[in-house]
């Protein structure tokens, strides 16, 4: 994510901000991917603290016009977390754009979204033919860690939901394209086993005992579904890290030149092994604080591989070049 500057005076903005250090109101405009000083925001700004600018008065922006359900107000919690969880929506729908996928130059379908509370029934997160649906109640941070560790997951987070289901979609949306689907199945292999099985599968067997030798979670070995997003959700991770690591102008030997883009690389090899670089460094730095790792995963030649594919088809983007 990059780092913005302030439209009113001196310093930088970070993408959450819904004012200057001063106090002067400011909305993010997610065309321009620059911060201004003047209305119309977007109709949730009061609502869920949404920063983003709306076309026109009273309207939504961009992020929140996706939300076709919003959270059941009664449900404790409910709005906190809805607003947490448009939060993570908007900086990956931020990143996505930096490959044009549903900014206004994108003709293709966008994603719509139902975001769910909880009451005694868990919603299942999920993507149907570009309908994903997100439990807003994982933005509660009890409920999240607790479900990390029910399921054993190294890492659980908003941004890594909507990542991941975010890449369901828009795998179909590249499934529509007549060279994507022969390509996909000779590496991740073939969809069209039977899904529901291969999770229950999944949940009843556990991952095959070398999943670490082909896959980055064990997730990802449930399903050629699973790995796809598991994969992409990498590649978003390791993409935006490396971002965000230029945009703070922290330095590194492993940077390529001074104004390195990390969205604008071609080379998914050179990208991955920049971001993994900074990775396990940066997981260093995190257990000075005690933490958890920032990256707690390991790239493996055959993730390298699916990596680099994910990397080629998202990077050509919503326009297909
Ligand atoms: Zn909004
Ligand atoms: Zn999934």
Known sequence: ?????????????????????????????????TFVAS?????????????WIAPDPGAFCRSCAMTALAPDRSIFNAMPNWALTEAAKRWVLDNLGRWSWFRPEDRGTRPVFHMLAEGPTPVSMG?????VTISV?????????????ALDEPYRTMIGHMRHEIAHMLWWRLSLRADFLDAFRALFGDERTDYQAALQRHYNDGPPPNWRDHYL?????AHPH???????????????IADSFAAADLHAPVLPESGWDA???TDAARLIHVSATLAIG???????????DLYPFVVTGAAHRKLAFVHEWLRRGALGR
């Open 127 to 131: 993507h149907i033919e570009g309908v």
């Open 226 to 240: 699973e790995d796809w997003a598991e994969t992409a959700a990498n590649l978003l991770h390791l993409t935006d």
């Open 1 to 33: 994510m990059r780092v913005f500057t302030n439209p009113v005076g001196p310093g930088t903005l970070w993408f959450d901000n819904l004012a200057t250090a001063d106090g002067t109101p400011v909305g993010y405009d997610p065309q321009a991917r």
């Open 282 to 292: 940066i997981n260093h730095v995190n257990r000075s604080m005690g933490l958890s």
């Open 137 to 149: 109640a994982e933005a509660d941070e009890v409920v999240r860690t607790t479900r990390r560790q």
């Open 217 to 221: 979670t064990s997730y990802a070995s």
């Open 39 to 51: 209305p119309p925001y977007c109709a949730n700004r009061e609502v869920i603290g949404c920063n």
């Open 263 to 265: 969205y604008a690389e």
